[in-house]
């Protein structure tokens, strides 16, 4: 059975690190368990964007983001891009949504070519062919051709294509309300409850 408190977390290359953090962040402070991939080019990334120095072992990473984010160290698992038996790669194990944020233009093309050459692209065929919500969040401007294409394909296999565009009818004051407006959107995609932003028409947020 799909359990709802289960989410595979995935981050590739592409810029936009701040959105992945907070989106960990508060899946954690949501009591969610999470499994959660880090590519080496997204290292990279998270090295160039954020005060983030990640740990060189998945355990020590687990350790470091439960400190960060002061959850309970059993909600979070952490796997290598080649750690082929991590529960992600088979259909029989119990999460029942994957969000990749951010998600590079490889990462898309990748998925939808149903390559499967590590274990967040092997995960997220998983969740193609056993038809559960797969979220991805590209990050990226021109989108080409070969982008626009990819998506599609992914979008008629009921992948949601989440872009990192945030709104700006909030008045946003800071990049932190920025990178809040996506997380706020995949948050709900994942139906889990939050406060980071009020909702049009509704009254201020905490």
């Not at 959850?71 to 999460?95: C, E, I, N, T, Y």
């Not at 062919?129 to 998506?151: A, D, G, Y």
């Not at 009818?169 to 980071?196: C, G, K, N, T």
Request: some cysteine; overall charge neutral; proline content about 5%.
């Amino acid at each position: 059975m799909l359990d709802k408190n289960r989410v595979i977390l995935a981050m590739t290359g592409a810029s936009g690190a701040p959105y992945g953090l907070r989106l960990l962040q508060c899946l954690l402070q949501a009591g969610r368990h999470v499994y959660l991939m880090i590519s080496p080019a997204a290292q990279v990334v998270i090295n160039t964007e954020t005060d983030c120095r990640l740990p060189a072992t998945t355990a020590d990473i687990a350790s470091f983001f439960s400190q960060r984010y002061g959850s309970d160290p059993g909600l979070l698992q952490v796997f290598s891009k080649d750690q082929w038996m991590a529960p992600v790669a088979s259909g029989s194990h119990r999460a029942w949504a994957m969000v990749v944020c951010p998600c590079s233009s490889g990462s898309v093309a990748a998925i939808a070519g149903g390559s499967s050459d590590n274990l967040i692209e092997r995960a997220a065929d998983v969740m193609l062919k056993e038809q559960r919500k797969l979220i991805l969040v590209p990050r990226e401007t021109p989108l080409s051709v070969i982008h626009l294409e990819n998506m599609l394909r992914l979008a008629r296999m009921n992948a949601v294509i989440l872009p990192a565009n945030p709104g700006f009818y909030q008045q946003p004051r800071s990049v932190d309300a920025l990178v809040d407006f996506i997380v706020a959107r995949i948050l709900d995609h994942l139906e889990v409850d939050h406060a980071l932003q009020a909702r049009w028409g509704e009254d201020g947020a905490e």
